[in-house]
């Protein structure tokens, strides 16, 4: 089970002291966060992708190859990257290069974004985002399992005797997770070619995302990758904790009241009790994460939200002090009673043993075909 952090960059007025950082300084304590989330012990850190204000990652691989400079055992990944209005080869071409920089410690999440306008700023057509999403991500992994490929698609140029470089690291190319907060058409994608699937569900009450991960993991059972409880899935989370509960809710609940995203709507009470929210104790924290898994089964990586709404970095870097505290038992809770047959979350590391043992399989088959 993997633990981590993700991030949207957004830079957001703090409603408690009216200050607003700068695109710099909120750059800078992106990359502050992520080195910390390694120093915490946590496992993954992930950026999203956003090409329009209030935000400012729009360039993941940029930022995450620097990252990877710092730290050493951190897995990086993208808490969206635009598959349908970034050209499948860039992807390709960056995702690969960052894999190899950082020794393969690269995966990332693919998803159509959150902003409208976004669409026509790179010549695409919002109405045709599942279409972008499916056949983009068809040509991306074209891209990185075969050396040389012809392509003719309907939203680019056609590509012929083209090989995308550098190869993937190893001949492996990074895993990928499909984001969804909606659509049952990504959840089949995923599940089609074996790929995870991450319900980033921190928004909605559980039950609209019981209903698309058991799609997923049904039709990746239908396509042969395995049984439906060893299908790859990810989930998001926020919370927001200190030693005593009421002092975390007196805190947080400014930031929650102006956040942009769910600021002005539904109570801090009424969010925290229909959705993964947690704002209390540290034992509260752990005992509603924990409850993910009896809601959607056994899964492969949590990531939590912790950087937003205006909160400053000072404060940010103490919930990652508490999430630190709390992970070891947040580990032994997901790990007891969790079946073998379930896999980890893939890894480099796993994912070029599996190829090894596939191509020993193989190659043992066909000795022995021959002999016979």
Do not use: C
């Amino acid at each position: 089970m993997q633990f981590g952090i993700f991030t949207v960059g957004d830079v957001t007025v703090d409603p408690t002291t009216g200050v607003e950082p700068t695109e710099n300084e909120r750059i800078k304590a992106m990359v502050a966060i992520a080195k910390k989330a390694e120093d915490v012990g946590l496992d993954v850190f992930a950026t999203g992708e956003h090409h329009n204000k209030p935000f400012v990652p729009s360039s993941p691989t940029t930022m995450l190859g620097y990252i990877a400079a710092q730290t050493k055992t951190l897995q990086l990944s993208t808490s969206t990257t635009l598959i349908t209005t970034n050209d499948p080869v860039k992807i390709a071409e960056d995702f690969a290069m960052l894999q190899h920089l950082a020794d393969g410690r690269v995966d990332l999440m693919l998803g159509r974004g959150n902003t409208g306008p976004v669409y026509p700023w790179f010549g695409k057509d919002i109405r045709q985002g599942i279409p972008l999403a499916i056949e983009n991500y068809h040509l991306l992994h074209r891209l990185w399992t075969e050396e040389v490929v012809d392509w003719q698609g309907k939203f680019r140029t056609p590509l012929t005797s083209f090989t995308s470089t550098p190869r993937p690291l190893d001949g492996v190319a990074p895993f990928v997770w499909h984001g969804s907060i909606r659509s049952p058409e990504i959840a089949e994608q995923a599940a089609y070619y074996g790929d995870g699937f991450f319900a980033n569900h921190i928004f909605w009450p559980k039950e609209h995302f019981q209903q698309l991960i058991g799609f997923y993991r049904e039709r990746y059972e239908h396509y042969g990758h395995g049984t439906a409880s060893q299908a790859i899935v990810g989930l998001g989370g926020q919370f927001f904790i200190r030693p005593k509960s009421q002092d975390a809710v007196s805190e947080f609940r400014p930031y929650f009241d102006n956040a942009p995203v769910y600021g002005h709507g539904p109570s801090l009470e009424e969010f925290t009790e229909d959705t993964p929210l947690t704002v209390g104790s540290p034992q509260q924290f752990v005992d509603k994460t924990l409850s993910f898994r009896e809601h959607f089964g056994d899964y492969q990586r949590q990531l939590f939200l912790v950087d937003h709404a205006g909160l400053p970095l000072k404060t940010v870097l103490e919930q990652l002090d508490q999430l630190g505290e709390v992970l070891p038992q947040l580990r032994a809770g997901f790990a007891e009673g969790r079946p073998s047959d379930v896999p980890d979350a893939p890894t480099h590391a796993s994912l070029v043993a599996a190829r090894s043992a596939a191509v020993t399989e193989a190659d043992t088959a066909e000795a022995e075909a021959i002999s016979r």
